[in-house]
């Protein structure tokens, strides 16, 4: 880089809601200051960029790339490739890209399942034909193609090397100034680490915790909950116990139990199982029978336990293996590998 020109900015979205897109724009005029101190050579939900222009550009060429959204296509993974070859430094940025978010959920379900609903079964559909996606379609002006639709949704450091993630569905606007700065700054964390805090949603919220003996849950429009009494306490699913700091504890404060969309505290790999172990310890039971008479009382505990986490779910890839290692013979084939 010469000597008085500017760091270069990427920021590209994959498999994403665009959430993260506006949670840039959240930190209001200091864009400005971010538009004055980078040079912005990829942002395509602003700007026109073209895939060959970036493809040009020298190894390395790009100082910081901000990736939002988890990998589900080929497309995004070819993205995610020629971004980290083109990037000093890779940032997931956002729960989709450094967690599987909402995206993820989908493994819940195979490829072939989702698009067997999806485009042959769900009552919203009329497709006697039983037309299916295809990779590529003849028409009359050329062959349309459509990029590989994979089996499961993955994490960005799944598929490329991250130097950072910002966790977060989505960042909120002060720990995207806080990478900002820190990038710009050259005071970077050392490799692989979280931007944000270490401790839990618990410690910033101000709801009053006492010891926890949970004897059934209730859904949020069953109860009105006590404003200053931990949500847990009160019989209310919160995954604060297990979800790393740095909103504020927003949803607590509002009466909603956290929902995990930072992810998990320092250290910890799978999300699930670490707020699946934090709510056991807090259940009012003592044999098998009770602790799933109170879990029934918990619609969706999957969802619950893995709504931001589950391309990450250690337990979840190995039953995956499992399936996949007995499945004697795919019904449809719809797209490739
Ligand atoms: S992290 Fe949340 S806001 Fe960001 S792209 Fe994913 S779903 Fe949208
Ligand atoms: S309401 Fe949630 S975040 Fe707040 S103290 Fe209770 S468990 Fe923790
Ligand atoms: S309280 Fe939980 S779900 Fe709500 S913004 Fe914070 S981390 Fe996300």
Redesign the pocket.
């Known amino acids: 880089m010469a000597a008085n020109a500017k760091p270069k900015l990427a920021l590209y979205w994959a498999a994403s809601c665009g959430g993260c897109e506006i949670a840039v724009l959240a930190i209001h005029e200091k864009i400005l200051d971010v538009a004055a101190a980078f040079d912005i050579v990829l942002w395509p939900c602003v700007m026109d960029f073209k895939k060959k222009d970036v493809e040009a550009m020298a190894d390395g060429e790009i100082d910081v790339c901000l990736f939002n959204g988890a990998i589900r296509t080929d497309e995004n993974a070819e993205w995610a490739h020629l971004l980290r070859k083109k990037s000093k430094v890779m940032v997931a940025y956002g729960s989709c890209s450094s967690e599987g978010c909402i995206p993820g959920l989908a493994n819940f379900k195979d490829r072939q399942q989702m698009m067997q609903f999806i485009y042959l079964d769900s009552p919203s559909v009329d497709n006697p034909e039983g037309i299916l996606p295809q990779m590529e379609t003849q028409v009359p002006e050329g062959v349309l193609t459509l990029p590989g639709f994979w089996n499961t949704v993955k994490t960005l450091d799944q598929v490329v090397p991250v130097e950072y993630y910002l966790p977060?569905?989505p960042p909120?606007a002060e720990w995207t100034l806080a990478a900002v700065d820190a990038i710009l700054s050259g005071n970077l964390p050392p490799a692989g680490s979280v931007i944000g805090l270490a401790s839990t949603?618990c410690d910033q919220c101000t709801r009053t915790r006492s010891e926890k003996k949970i004897s059934r849950f209730y859904r949020p429009y069953e109860i009105i909950p006590d404003p200053d009494i931990c949500l847990l306490d009160q019989g209310l699913f919160c995954?604060?116990i297990a979800?790393?700091a740095?909103?504020?504890?927003?949803?607590?404060q509002v009466n909603?139990g956290?929902?995990?969309?930072?992810g998990p505290p320092e250290g910890v790999e799978d999300a699930g199982a670490r707020l699946i172990s934090g709510i056991a310890s807090v259940l009012d039971a003592d044999t098998l029978e009770e602790i799933n008479a109170i879990l029934d009382t918990l619609p969706d505990p999957a969802g619950y336990f893995y709504r931001f986490g589950l391309p990450h779910s250690i337990m979840h890839r190995v039953r995956l293996e499992q399936q996949n290692s007995n499945k004697v013979a795919a019904p449809i084939s719809l797209v490739k590998d």
């Open positions: 977060g569905c909120e949603v995954a604060g979800t790393r740095g909103c504020g504890a927003l949803c607590p909603r956290c929902e995990g969309c930072y």
